[in-house]
C-alpha cells in the first residue's frame, strides 16, 4: 500500500540554522499539506500546497518558512531561521483529487537547541 | 471559525471493555467532512474514518463504530471489546468542503490506555 515518507526522522539544528524538511506523497496525490505537532499538543495546520501554489496558510506559517515542490515526487519545507519554538513534530500529508481523507507521512521530528 | 473540541483528555479502560470517545465541533459551513485518526506510540497519524455532513447514517468497521449526529454536532467513536492495541491517542478532526480551505482542524486528542 502506498505511502507518504519523510525524512529524516529526527533532525537536531540550532537555533538560526535553516532546515529543510522532506517529504514525497503518496503517486497519484495531487494536494499536499505539512503539520506540526508541539510534543503532547494537537495537531496544527501549517500550509497546503496545489498545482504548484500555496492555497492557504496559517498565522504560524509566517516569512521564515517556505515550501517547494522542486521536482514530481519531493515536496519540501524550508525554516529559514530556526527558533526554539520551532521544535516539534513535522508531519507531511496528502490526498487524492476527489477524496477528503489525507494521509500522513510518519513525521519529523526537529529539535532546535 | 472551525473548532473540534474532544473533552476526554485520558480514558482508561481494562481490555475487552467497550469505550466512547466522544467530540464535539463547530462549523459554519453547510458542507464539511469529519474524521477520525489514531496516533499510536510510534507517533504517526493513521487515517481511520471520514464522515460527510449530508451522511448522517452510523458505521461500523469490525470492532469500531462512529455516531455521527449532526443535531447535537457529535461525532463519536466507540470501540468494542478493546484490546491492547487501541492504545494510542485518537484525533477528531474536522475540514470544511470548499476548495482551498480542506485544512484539517484537530481536537485535543483522547489518550486511549487499555489495561491488560
Known amino acids: 500500500e502506498p505511502e507518504v515518507t519523510q525524512t529524516p526522522s529526527h533532525q537536531v539544528t540550532q537555533m538560526g540554522q535553516e532546515v529543510i524538511l522532506r517529504c514525497v506523497p503518496i503517486s497519484n496525490h495531487l494536494y499536499f499539506y505539512w503539520y506540526r505537532q508541539i510534543l503532547g499538543q494537537k495537531v496544527e495546520f501549517l500550509v497546503s500546497?496545489?498545482?504548484?501554489?500555496?492555497?492557504?496558510k496559517s498565522e504560524i506559517f509566517d516569512d521564515q518558512f517556505s515550501v517547494e515542490r522542486p521536482d514530481g515526487s519531493n515536496f519540501t519545507l524550508k525554516i529559514r531561521s530556526t527558533k526554539l519554538e520551532d521544535s516539534a513534530m513535522y508531519f507531511c500529508a496528502s490526498r487524492r483529487i476527489g477524496r477528503y481523507e489525507q494521509y500522513f507521512g510518519p513525521g519529523t521530528r526537529l529539535t532546535v537547541t | 471559525a472551525q473548532k473540534v473540541t474532544q473533552a476526554q483528555t485520558e480514558i482508561s479502560v481494562v481490555e475487552k471493555e467497550d469505550v466512547t470517545l466522544d467530540c464535539v465541533y463547530e462549523?459554519?459551513?453547510?458542507?464539511?467532512?469529519l474524521f477520525w485518526y489514531k496516533q499510536p506510540p510510534s507517533g504517526e497519524l493513521v487515517f481511520l474514518i471520514r464522515?460527510?455532513?449530508?451522511?448522517?447514517q452510523n458505521e461500523i468497521s469490525g470492532r469500531y463504530s462512529w455516531n455521527f449526529q449532526k443535531s447535537t454536532s457529535s461525532f463519536n467513536f466507540t470501540i468494542t471489546a478493546s484490546q491492547v492495541v487501541d492504545s494510542a491517542v485518537y484525533f477528531c478532526?474536522?475540514?470544511?468542503?470548499?476548495?482551498?480551505?480542506?485544512?484539517?482542524?484537530f481536537g485535543t486528542g483522547t489518550r486511549l490506555t487499555i489495561i491488560p
Open positions: 464522515r460527510n455532513s449530508f451522511d448522517e
Open positions: 500546497f496545489y498545482n504548484n501554489e500555496i492555497s492557504e
Open positions: 478532526a474536522l475540514s470544511d468542503a470548499n476548495f482551498g480551505n480542506e485544512k484539517l482542524t
Open positions: 462549523t459554519r459551513d453547510t458542507t464539511y467532512y
